[in-house]
């Protein structure tokens, strides 16, 4: 049974940062694409950030391009996001997501996590 479970998630102050992880298990993800969604109350799951399966490429959402990175770790079979320069209104629960087709925001993930919240105060 495939599952990606997310932890890191918690309430911070504006400006802080927050590292989330997502371990994968079941089956290895090493030449897949891994990477993040959320969605915050009343909106629609959005695209966050995505990263192939060297690690070499990534691609990011503008509203978070500079702020966050991702990153992954093949021999965990983990990916992670670290976010800097948080905003009230990247308050959200993130999924992590594996595989699936397509690129950059066209990612159609095959696997999903339950989510992690994380709540940024003004």
């Known amino acids: 049974q495939v599952q990606l479970v997310e932890s890191g998630g918690g309430l911070v102050q504006a400006g802080d940062s927050l590292r989330l992880s997502c371990a994968a298990s079941?089956?290895?993800?090493?030449?897949?694409?891994m990477g993040w969604f959320r969605q915050a109350p009343g909106k629609e799951r959005e695209f966050v950030a995505t990263i192939n399966w060297s690690g070499y490429s990534t691609y990011y959402a503008e509203s978070v391009k500079g702020r966050f990175t991702i990153s992954r770790d093949n021999a965990k079979n983990t990916v992670y996001l670290q976010m800097k320069s948080l905003k009230p209104e990247d308050t959200a629960v993130y999924y992590c997501a594996a595989a699936g087709r397509g690129v950059a925001t066209g990612w159609l993930p095959s696997y999903w996590g339950q989510g992690t919240q994380v709540t940024v105060s003004s």
């Open positions: 079941g089956r290895t993800f090493s030449s897949n694409n």
